[in-house]
């Protein structure tokens, strides 16, 4: 397909961003990237992707490029407090068809999907006023330069500012949870996703391959301690399996609270929200990138399929995006709500039902974008 005359802005260069400058870039668009941060700003984590971000990687011809990183993931382990087996997600089974299960170091991700977004990302660039036109909009920056665009897509994160200089939203909400996150390397053998479910708390344990482990933590709350790594001591001090092994290595911890986002319509003109700006949900399904990375795909092939026509693009693709990012936000959800149920009426379930139970919160991401 030849170049297309539709001029596009794609602001935020995170996963969504970068994931749809590679999607309209292969469509035959030639889209511009702005990112507020100077380049390689990312801190250590890691990140899980369940079965369905493989299968949109592939739809974005970067599978061969990620295949080679991280931790093939076969097996989801759910453990109680103690590290006693509660119930096990067979996700080779589960996502037979759509593609593998990965963990991998966040950055390592980023790497590929900038390499494949194909073009340049101006850097240290923010948006300072959107000018929504009768068909484009116009663009000033924080430098004080201006442009005009047929289609800006808003993919600055959950707090994006795309979004309210479009108004079409305010800021996130409080999902209720605090989370933290590290790598460990020198840690004990472990092998598999490992998560063990207390008391309104849990902790998770991934390879990500090269020894490192990627541990992931939350509790119920809405306020990041100042001590994050003395915080995961005191709650998981007591927790059985790798977790005091892990918690001897610990250093860097990451701490954040969830937030969520929740919008009636995702764009205003020309203007589009995509990723977390559109439809940020609290981490617990691993979905994130999978959503962002299946809006991209998505994009590029409504905007492809209405030719020039950008609204019919845009309300063709909010309709076959909203009943998937639904679905995560809703068993979303409810897997947050069982952390209220007390673990001795819980386990008992999950050791009967569990592995049946968590991975029917997936069942509607298994079939067709
Ligand atoms: C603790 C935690 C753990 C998680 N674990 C997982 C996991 O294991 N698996 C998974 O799939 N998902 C996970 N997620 C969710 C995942 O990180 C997000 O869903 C995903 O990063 C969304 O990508 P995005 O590009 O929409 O937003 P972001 O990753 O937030 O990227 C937005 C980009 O826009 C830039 N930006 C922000 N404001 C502006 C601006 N004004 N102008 C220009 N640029 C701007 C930012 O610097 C950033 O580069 C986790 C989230 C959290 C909080």
Known sequence: ???????????????????????????????????????????????????????????????????????????????????????????????????????????????????????AVRHDTEVRTVDLLPRSVGVTFVDGTTAEYDLVVGADGPRSSIRALAALGGPPRPAGQVVYRAVVRDGPPVAEWTALLGQRAGF??????AGRLHCYADEAGTTAPADPAGRL????????????????????????????????????????????????????????AAMALEDAVVLAESLRAAGNDVEAALAAYESRRRPRTRWVRDRTRDRNRTRDVPPALRDPLLRGRGGRIFGEHYRLLLGPL
């Not at 998770?204 to 391959?209: A, D, T």
């Not at 059985?240 to 250093?251: I, K």
């Not at 203007?271 to 399904?285: E, M, R, S, W, Y």
């Open 233 to 288: 001591r005191e709650l998981f001090g007591g927790y059985g399996g790798p977790v005091p092994a892990v918690l001897e290595v610990l250093d860097g911890v990451h701490v954040g609270v969830t937030e969520e986002v929740e919008l009636g319509c995702w764009s205003r003109g020309r203007v589009l929200l995509v990723g977390d700006a559109a439809h940020a949900t609290a981490p617990t399904l691993s979905q994130g």
């Open 1 to 119: 397909m030849g170049g297309s005359p539709l001029r596009i802005l794609v602001v935020g260069a995170g996963i969504a961003g970068l994931a749809v400058a590679r999607a309209l870039r292969m469509a035959g668009f030639r889209p511009d990237v702005t990112e507020r941060l100077p380049p390689g700003e990312h801190a250590e984590t890691g990140l899980y992707l369940p079965g369905n971000a493989a299968r949109a990687l592939c739809r974005l011809d970067l599978d061969g490029p990620v295949r080679p990183l991280g931790h093939v993931v076969h097996r989801q382990r759910f453990l109680d407090a103690a590290g006693m087996p509660l119930c096990e997600v067979d996700l080779d089974a589960l996502w037979s068809g759509v593609g593998e299960c990965r963990a991998l170091p966040r950055t390592e991700l980023h790497r590929v999907l900038l390499t494949g977004a194909g073009g």
């Open 204 to 209: 998770l344990v991934v390879p990500i391959g």
